[in-house]
């Protein structure tokens, strides 16, 4: 089975509290701890994608610590990890770096934490990933999630984590650490 799957973490256009979109804050946790789940999991490539410059260099002075600087001798395994790291200002242009290195559009997977009609189960989704030949782009938003434009261009809506929990508010990291592990398990994807 040939790896092409890929992650993308959504700090634009996001919604807030209120329903207005923004730009959220970049984590720094968020940029290694996901790569090292992604890299545990075999994504081809982990996108982070922010149109503000100023949380575009804030992600550079991660990377540059945990690839360049001490960060890189004293942990090597993060290193690692952040090779599949990439950051994009848009999800177009996400989609458009799969196209060019994959020859096809990916396929795109919405998710939330919201109840929504009409969505796809792990389950099922996971026999899709194994079975289709086409590559997959599994999108993950922050703040109070992504906007219905997202939702709109995706082809599947994928079910929430603990959709009958009184309490379903898991940090993104955890969300997708979940997530791959119901698609993939301990299935091996190749190069």
């Avoid at 089975?1 to 256009?13: K, T």
């Avoid at 790291?85 to 999800?91: A, D, G, P, Q, R």
């Amino acid at each position: 089975m040939l790896n092409r799957i890929y992650v993308a973490l959504i700090h634009y256009p996001i919604l807030k509290k209120d329903g207005s979109i923004v730009s959220t804050a970049v984590t720094n946790f968020d940029i290694h701890d996901i790569s090292r789940t992604c890299r545990a999991y075999n994504i081809k490539n982990f996108f982070l994608v922010s149109n503000l410059p100023s949380q575009q260099k804030i992600v550079d002075r991660v990377l540059e610590y945990w690839t360049k600087g001490f960060g890189s001798e004293y942990n090597p395994n993060r290193k690692d990890a952040l090779d599949i790291f990439k950051m994009e200002s848009y999800l177009e242009d996400v989609i458009s770096v799969i196209e060019e290195t994959e020859l096809e559009k990916p396929k795109i997977v919405f998710t939330s934490a919201k109840p929504r009609k009409n969505v796809i189960r792990f389950d099922e989704l996971s026999r899709k990933i194994r079975e289709c030949e086409s590559p997959f782009l599994i999108l993950f938003g922050t703040g109070w999630g992504m906007p219905e434009e997202i939702r709109e261009i995706t082809d599947y809506d994928l079910e929430p984590i603990r959709i009958n929990s009184d309490f379903n508010h898991l940090s993104v990291r955890a969300a997708v650490a979940i997530t791959l592990d119901r698609l993939i398990g301990e299935q091996v994807f190749q190069e």
